[in-house]
Nanobody, 121 residues
């Protein structure tokens, strides 16, 4: 069974920083493409950043230059460093993995439960 657990969210003032983590279990992490999405009630889920199994990164236009995605293949954890946070970054941030579960040969998409990020003064 694959598990994705996000952590690191919270309340921060505009201009502040947070570092999110996505810890994984049961997933062939090294071979998986990993992403961060965010969800605001009433709006479509938005891709924040992704990092492929090979380390290639891509960012949503609204976070370029402020957020950095990274991964630790040994610890099987993905990170999102968020700097210069603004109120419009307020959302639930979700971890997504596209990869294979240990013992399985097919690729699937997995989601974590999310962590709330609130940017407010």
């Amino acid at each position: 069974q694959v598990q994705l657990v996000e952590s690191g969210g919270g309340l921060v003032q505009p201009g502040g920083s947070l570092r999110l983590s996505c810890a994984t279990a049961g997933l062939i992490f090294r071979g998986s493409d990993m992403s961060w999405y965010r969800q605001v009630p009433g709006k479509q889920r938005e891709l924040v950043a992704e990092i492929t199994s090979g380390g290639t990164t891509r960012y949503g236009d609204s976070v370029k230059g402020r957020f950095t995605i990274s991964r630790d293949n040994v610890a099987r954890v993905m990170y999102l460093q968020m700097n210069n946070l603004q109120p419009e970054d307020t959302a639930v941030y979700l971890c997504n993995a596209r990869g294979a579960q240990y013992g399985r040969s097919y690729i699937n998409s997995y989601w974590g439960q999310g962590t709330q990020v609130t940017v407010s003064s």
